[in-house]
Every structure is written in C-alpha cells, then in structure tokens.
C-alpha cells in the first residue's frame, strides 16, 4: 500500500521512477533533501505533471504533507492519473497518522484520512485506511462508527450488516431494554430468543436496586446498574425496578459490540 505505482492502462502496477536517474538514485538512497533540490532544478524547466507528482513523493518522504498535497493536485490538474491520486492518498495517510499521534489533534486526523479515502483509487485496498480511521474514532470515543470501520477493514461485511441492523433497532425501539451482566461469571451463553426470568434481589449487599437474571431457577447475570455497563438505549436496573413485574420476563435480543448482552422486556 505504501509503494508508490504506475497504474497503465491494462491494470498492471509498475514502481514509479523517474525519468532522471540522478533523482532516482537520491530516493534510493533515502537522500530526500537533495532529491528534492534536483526536482526543484527541474520544474524550472519542465512543468510535467510527473515531475509534480514526484516532487509530492519527495516532500510526503520528508513529512512536508502540506506541500506534497499541494504537489499532488497541481499534478492532477495536469494529468488525471491513478498513480498520482493512489501517491496523493498515502500522503494524507501519512499526514493523518501523525497528527492522530503524537500530535494527538483527533478531528483534524479523521478529517485526512477522510479525504484519503475520498482520494483513493477504487482498484486499491481502503483496508489500512479504515484501520487508521477506526483508531481516530475510537480515540475520539465513538465507538460505533469505529466498530463499523474495523469490521470494513477485515473486510467482515456480513457482520458489518447484522451490526447496522443492531445498531438500528436499539436507536428506533418502543421496547424497554436492559443490559445483562455477569453471564461470563455465571457459565451462562447468551443466546437470541431465550427466554429469562427478571427477579428482584432486594437483600443484594452491593446494589439495594439489584435485579438478578434467572435461567431454569439459577441467577445467570444482573441487569445493569452502573454508568460503565450501560448504553443510552437500554434502562438501568434503578429505573425499571418500580414497575417490574412478579413475574417479569424478558428475552434476549443479541450481543452488542461483543460486550453488551441485550434484552428486551416481555
């Protein structure tokens, strides 16, 4: 990905050289300054897209990410190639990497690796650009969106639908939901569609509020009453506890984000 290609017209990816070979041993040599100083020469004389787009390469090399997109776009006014939009997305992943960190700017991050993968050419791997995006975002605690770009980048499409699909019916529910702990404590799996108990455990020394979750009359989990185990869409143990009902029941609905076990009120 962080190669940068010739794209021709079969397809085919080719390592982009230039047609200086005094240019290309400086690159090889990672003696960037002076390459750079040999492309300035150059574009005095020649104003060929390539020679913009290989001074992008240079300057993104030497973390001058400013100057290469400007590189960049004078080149693609000039030549409206994929090899110099892949040479223009990597220089926004590399710019966006280091503003995330250690510059730690989060919204100016998201903002790059956005307009990378706006810049991207279709026939490239977004995979590590959605990696990148899924750290901003969970740096900048929306975990949602994040949770969306991970499973994007391992390319688990399927899952991406079931966790749309989740993430839609908690936000548009009329139902009363609860989060349940503690299954892992208790053995308990929880399954969609399985029925359990709800059953207050007014003599619970650590939460007077407690609701205790039983299965085949053996407590499996507790409804969540604290601010770390609960979601804005589901109800704490506190709020429900008034109206619970003797024999209240509730089914589960599914596992959220792999954390949360969600059930619904019957």
Same mark, same amino acid.
């Given at each position: 990905?962080?190669?940068?290609?010739?794209?021709?017209? %079969?397809? =085919?990816?080719?390592?982009?050289?230039?047609?200086?070979?005094?240019?290309?041993?400086?690159?090889?040599?990672?003696?960037?300054?002076?390459?750079?100083?040999?492309?300035?020469?150059? @574009?005095?004389?020649?104003?060929?897209?390539? %020679?913009?787009?290989?001074?992008?390469?240079?300057?993104?090399?030497?973390?001058?990410?400013?100057?290469?997109?400007?590189?960049?776009?004078?080149? @693609? =006014?000039?030549?409206?190639?994929?090899?110099?939009?892949?040479?223009?997305? %990597?220089?926004?992943?590399?710019?966006?990497?280091?503003?995330?960190?250690?510059?730690?700017?989060?919204?100016?991050?998201?903002?790059?690796?956005?307009?990378?993968?706006?810049?991207?050419?279709?026939?490239?791997?977004?995979?590590?650009?959605?990696?990148?995006?899924?750290?901003?975002?969970?740096?900048?605690?929306?975990?949602?969106?994040?949770?969306?770009?991970?499973?994007?980048?391992?390319?688990?499409?399927?899952?991406?639908?079931?966790?749309?699909? =989740?993430?839609?019916?908690? %936000?548009?529910?009329?139902?009363?939901?609860?989060?349940?702990?503690?299954?892992?404590?208790?053995?308990?799996?929880?399954?969609?569609?399985?029925?359990?108990?709800?059953?207050?455990?007014?003599?619970?020394?650590?939460?007077?509020?407690?609701?205790?979750?039983?299965?085949?009359?053996?407590?499996?989990?507790?409804?969540?009453?604290?601010?770390?185990?609960?979601?804005?869409?589901?109800?704490?143990?506190?709020?429900?506890?008034?109206?619970?009902?003797?024999? =209240?029941?509730?089914?589960?609905?599914?596992?959220?984000?792999?954390?949360?076990?969600?059930?619904?009120?019957?």
């Amino acid at each position: 990905m962080k190669d940068y290609l010739n794209i021709d017209d %079969n397809g =085919q990816t080719t390592f982009k050289v230039s047609q200086t070979p005094k240019i290309d041993f400086l690159i090889k040599e990672k003696r960037f300054d002076e390459a750079l100083t040999e492309i300035n020469k150059l @574009l005095k004389t020649d104003n060929d897209y390539s %020679n913009w787009n290989l001074k992008g390469i240079v300057l993104d090399k030497l973390s001058q990410f400013e100057e290469s997109i400007e590189c960049f776009d004078k080149a @693609l =006014q000039l030549h409206k190639g994929d090899d110099i939009k892949l040479n223009k997305a %990597n220089a926004l992943y590399d710019w966006a990497k280091v503003t995330f960190f250690p510059e730690g700017n989060y919204e100016q991050a998201l903002e790059l690796i956005n307009n990378g993968l706006d810049t991207l050419p279709e026939i490239e791997d977004p995979s590590e650009f959605y990696f990148l995006k899924a750290e901003i975002l969970e740096a900048q605690e929306n975990l949602i969106e994040s949770q969306k770009c991970y499973l994007i980048a391992h390319k688990e499409f399927d899952r991406l639908k079931e966790f749309e699909s =989740q993430t839609d019916y908690l %936000n548009n529910t009329s139902d009363t939901l609860i989060n349940i702990v503690g299954s892992d404590f208790y053995s308990f799996t929880p399954e969609p569609g399985v029925i359990v108990d709800l059953v207050k455990d007014e003599e619970n020394e650590h939460d007077p509020d407690a609701i205790a979750v039983v299965f085949e009359n053996k407590t499996v989990g507790y409804v969540a009453n604290s601010d770390y185990t609960l979601i804005d869409e589901v109800k704490s143990a506190s709020s429900i506890k008034n109206f619970l009902l003797d024999n =209240q029941k509730a089914e589960i609905q599914f596992v959220y984000m792999g954390e949360y076990v969600i059930g619904k009120l019957l």
